[in-house]
């Protein structure tokens, strides 16, 4: 079955560490997206890309950063320079319209904590 | 640029009784209207969706419907069930805008037994 798979469901970090957050999708969809939500919040866009090797960063992509070397993966990494990055990542892939809207599929998240 | 607002941000309905979350827009251009379920420490998940030349659409206890004119959609549950308590999000796609959906804040249905 297809699908997209979000690896690992909990994560815990140090400060001052950078860790990854890992994304992989069977869909052959070309647009993959990363999204932060905060207890009890919505949805906040990080970064998206649309094709393998372009990125374009979201409404808070400070203190993150991201690859797309491969169709099937977006990896995110949260650097030492988000001072607040406890929360929840949810992933999610999507075909590629251009004018015509469709669904995304999102990932089951993963829970950084800092400790 | 888009935008989405969600009414109510909370609800709570007796079992049984029916569930109706709005959504309004401000892109005459948006084309498509997906709404999501995310239960706890879950991701969303698209529950149903309707396009810009449809003005309702069905599926079992679910229902969205979309009036163009007024820029506003609205999700349905009727016979509501615990089952059914989770945060909704509805969302939007404009053809004219950045190819993404956008996203409202959400609503957390809780349905008492």
């Known amino acids: 079955d297809g699908g997209i798979t979000q690896s690992p469901k909990y994560l815990f970090r140090k400060e001052g560490q950078n860790v990854t957050l890992s994304c992989e999708q069977n869909?052959?969809?070309?647009?993959m997206y990363w999204y932060r939500q905060d207890p009890g919040q919505g949805l906040r866009l990080i970064y998206y890309?649309?094709?393998?090797?372009?990125?374009q960063k979201g409404d808070i992509a400070e203190g993150y950063s991201v690859s797309r070397e491969k169709k099937e993966s977006f990896p995110l990494t949260v650097t030492s320079a988000q001072k607040n990055p406890t929360a929840f990542y949810l992933c999610?892939?999507?075909?590629?319209?251009?004018?015509?809207?469709?669904?995304?599929?999102f990932g089951s998240g993963t829970r950084l904590t800092v400790v | 640029g888009e935008n989405v607002e969600q009414h109510p941000s909370t609800l709570s309905v007796q079992e049984g009784d029916s569930a109706v979350i709005k959504c309004t827009y401000s892109?005459?251009?948006?084309?498509?209207f997906p709404w999501y379920k995310q239960e706890l420490g879950k991701g969303p998940q698209l529950i149903i969706d309707?396009?810009?030349?449809?003005g309702e659409k069905k599926d079992q206890r679910i229902a969205v419907t979309l009036n163009k004119t007024a820029k506003h959609f609205s999700l349905h549950i009727t016979e509501t069930q615990p089952e059914d308590s989770a945060v909704y999000f509805c969302?939007?796609?404009?053809?004219?805008?950045?190819?993404?959906?956008?996203f409202g804040k959400g609503t957390k249905l809780s349905v008492i037994p």
């Open positions: 999610a892939s999507s075909k590629q319209g251009q004018g015509a809207g469709y669904g995304y599929t």
């Open positions: 892109d005459s251009a948006s084309n498509y």
């Open positions: 309707i396009r810009s030349n449809v």
């Open positions: 869909l052959n969809h070309d647009a």
């Open positions: 969302a939007e796609y404009s053809g004219a805008g950045s190819y993404q959906l956008t």
């Open positions: 890309s649309q094709i393998v090797n372009d990125f």
